[in-house]
């Protein structure tokens, strides 16, 4: 009976400690609050830019960004080279196994660059996952990719691991999040842009599931004909059930297909089912916001419209 009554008395001047700490802090907290008021401003904080060392800027470039992990940087092999199209060229770079094994998903990308200290950039596949040893690029004339665009087969560049989760196409297509089945997928590519949904419609397999009926049509634009790349392709896609809808923003008058923008063709043509619908789309910011808003405005799934970055 004494040993209780002694912890309870502890206890209780425990309690009563505990208390007053609380009302102490409470009071400094006051203090130190009206201290800050009343003071002075403190000098603004300077902090030195980080250096990065030579050692760490040979792993990641010059490119920071949040789009994954630092790139890994390999020597790699240009095999082919040749036009794609009016300032376009298509080409071909010998991989490793284990980089081959890293594509998983049509819309995954690479860095390259020409060397140590030279700018990365960034290119999506246009080859399909699973094709071989080798990676297909498609690439735009201009002042930053000139070093690729000119490059020679035989040379070497350097080229990161596979990067970026591409089109998550099963995940958004074939999974049981939505009551309505995806049963078509809408396409949109301009210029370049068409290198990885290329990837997609050549995919073997799960892919874009084409052979199990799901009906596709692509929307692919391009300044003029001339600009156009894959157009040899487009007989082979419509064998894997792609309707192909050419549209040129700047066409002579000997044209005549689709003219303008691509998401307004797809507009004036509607979108057929669209609780029903998958929508793949790769171009410039502008083509980008306007195909979401068009898809959004007619009822797609928002989380069925895919971008690959």
């Not at 009016?86 to 080409?91: L, P, R, T, V």
């Not at 399909?128 to 930053?144: N, Q, R, T």
């Not at 049509?217 to 792609?242: C, H, I, N, S």
Request: some cysteine.
């Amino acid at each position: 009976m004494l040993f209780l009554c002694a912890a309870a008395a502890a206890a209780a001047a425990v309690v009563r400690a505990d208390v007053a700490f609380t009302q102490a802090a409470r009071i400094g907290i006051a203090a130190r609050v009206s201290t800050l008021r009343h003071a002075a401003p403190r000098a603004a904080l300077h902090v030195a830019p980080r250096v990065i060392a030579r050692s760490e800027r040979s792993r990641a470039g010059v490119v920071q960004c949040g789009w994954g992990p630092d790139p890994v940087w390999s020597k790699m092999q240009v095999v082919a080279s040749a036009p794609a199209a009016a300032e376009m060229q298509c080409i071909r770079v010998q991989v490793p196994e284990e980089t081959a094994a890293g594509y998983q998903t049509p819309g995954q990308y690479v860095q390259m660059r020409s060397g140590d200290d030279a700018k990365p950039g960034f290119f999506a596949m246009a080859s399909s996952p699973g094709s071989g040893d080798e990676f297909e690029f498609l690439i735009k004339e201009k002042e930053a990719a000139k070093w690729l665009t000119d490059i020679k087969v035989g040379e070497t560049l350097q080229m990161s691991q596979v990067m970026g989760g591409g089109f998550k196409i099963k995940q958004s297509f074939d999974s049981l999040d939505y009551d309505f089945p995806c049963l078509q997928v809408v396409m949109f590519a301009i210029g370049s842009g068409i290198a990885p949904i290329r990837a997609a419609i050549e995919q073997k397999g799960d892919g874009l599931r084409l052979a199990d009926g799901r009906k596709a049509v692509l929307y692919y634009g391009a300044r003029t004909p001339e600009q156009m790349a894959y157009q040899d392709k487009f007989d082979e896609w419509a064998k894997l059930g792609v309707e192909v809808v050419p549209v040129m923003s700047q066409p002579d008058a000997s044209w005549k297909g689709a003219s303008g923008y691509v998401q307004d063709v797809a507009k004036a043509a509607g979108i057929e089912r669209p609780r029903n619908t998958g929508v793949l789309l790769c171009g410039n910011k502008e083509m980008s916001i306007d195909v979401k808003a068009l898809c959004a405005e007619a009822g797609v799934f928002e989380g069925r419209v895919l971008t690959n970055f």
